[in-house]
């Protein structure tokens, strides 16, 4: 269920207001649709030479706090809670790793074998908030990590140290 639009962000939950049988997966099988869709409409627009933009996400999995927040005047269903800001917190991670998404440890673990095999681990993270460190990972596109347009390797390796690690690993892992 979409929650609510945040600017150009979406907040989206599974599982809540409504059961669902495997909410991790869910999630998961929304993110490549969505990549899927925008890849479609970035060539469609490149074709036409219109302007392309990316798409940045954190997904995580954990217990949140839902329901209806306000006064009896105004009110929204909303979620709260750790859970929630670390998911806000990957997706400002996108910004300094060349790529579209980054999931938790805790989405990671709770995938099935065939979704989990189509992640790779990223790195190891402390964001704000948090006092110990979380597992990232990304998620493979047709076997492959894609590094976003307009960034190069160059480019990446200049802004933060990480990302020579980052790059080292792919190239050792995936050539």
Same mark, same amino acid.
């Given at each position: ?23 991790? !997966? ?6 490549? &649709? %969505? ?9 469609? /627009? +490149? ?62 673990? !709770? ?6 095999? &189509? %992640? ?9 908030? /948090? +006092? ?44």
């Amino acid at each position: 269920a979409i929650v609510k639009f945040i600017g150009d962000a979406v907040l989206s939950v599974f599982h809540v207001p409504l059961d669902h049988d495997d909410p991790a !997966n869910a999630a998961f099988t929304c993110y490549r &649709g %969505c990549w899927a869709q925008l890849q479609m409409m970035i060539t469609k /627009r +490149a074709q036409e030479g219109k302007v392309c933009f990316d798409m940045g996400g954190g997904i995580n999995f954990g217990t949140v706090v839902a329901g209806a927040i306000g006064s009896e005047h105004r009110f929204t269903y909303s979620v709260l809670g750790d859970e929630v800001n670390l998911a806000a917190r990957l997706e400002g991670l996108t910004r300094h790793y060349p790529i579209d998404v980054i999931i938790s440890e805790s989405l990671h673990d !709770n995938l099935d074998e065939e979704h989990r095999e &189509g %992640c790779i681990l990223l790195d190891c993270v402390r964001v704000k908030g /948090r +006092a110990t460190p979380v597992r990232i990972y990304t998620v493979l596109q047709r076997g492959r990590v894609v590094i976003r347009r307009g960034l190069s390797a160059k480019d990446m390796l200049l802004r933060k140290p990480a990302h020579k690690v980052f790059f080292d690993g792919i190239k050792t892992t995936h050539n």
